[in-house]
């Protein structure tokens, strides 16, 4: 429902108030075979951006899951998506890590016994299509990923936290 009432007033003056339009990016989650694994929103807030994860068929437990820096999903083992967004380097991972660099960390998601995970989570990390300088956009000239992880995310081991494999992957658009 807020959904619904978030696109019904969306660029309405209301009073005083003008509700912005709301910029949002899709994408298909799809796992290493190519099977259907999903859906992800990338919604523009004013100071990052939300993500919102629906998932299904992945194995039970905690998933590490970044935003990457290649708007490509093609390679089997999604390497094509490249590393981490980042605005500096060398890139340092980790959220817990005080010297962290590393704009396309998020936290780990968990998969529930059936397989699948529904989940919003917001960045102060990114921003969907670029206007502040202190944050990459997602939606810049080759575009990003979400990649969802084998594993959970230490928050601090370098490159990518033991997060292990990358078992699906979803171009935002």
């Known amino acids: 429902m ?5 696109t019904a007033f969306a660029g309405i003056a209301v009073g005083a108030l003008t509700l912005a ?4 990016a899709t994408g298909n ?9 999903g859906t992800i929103t990338v919604t523009a807030a004013p100071k990052g951006v939300i993500l919102r994860v629906e998932a299904t068929g992945l194995s ?3 998933h590490g899951v970044h935003f990457h820096e290649k708007g490509d999903c093609s390679d089997p083992k999604f390497t094509s998506a490249g590393a981490h967004v980042h605005s500096a380097t060398p890139v340092t991972h980790g959220l817990l890590n005080a010297a962290a660099n590393d704009a396309g960390d998020l936290p780990n ?5 059936d397989g699948t995970a529904t989940v919003e989570l917001y960045s102060t990390l ?11 956009a997602l939606m810049d000239a080759d575009g990003a990923a979400l990649v969802i992880h084998a594993n959970p ?14 078992v699906a992957c979803a171009v935002i658009r």
């Open 109 to 113: 998601i968990h998969v529930g016994a």
């Open 29 to 37: 989650l799809i796992g290493t075979g190519g099977a259907a694994r």
């Open 21 to 24: 339009p709301v910029q949002a």
């Open 126 to 136: 990114v921003s969907l299509s670029g206007g502040d300088a202190a944050r990459p």
């Open 60 to 62: 039970p437990g905690w």
């Open 2 to 6: 807020p959904h619904l009432l978030r």
């Open 153 to 166: 995310d230490d928050y601090s081991t370098q490159p990518i936290g033991g997060a292990g494999d990358r």
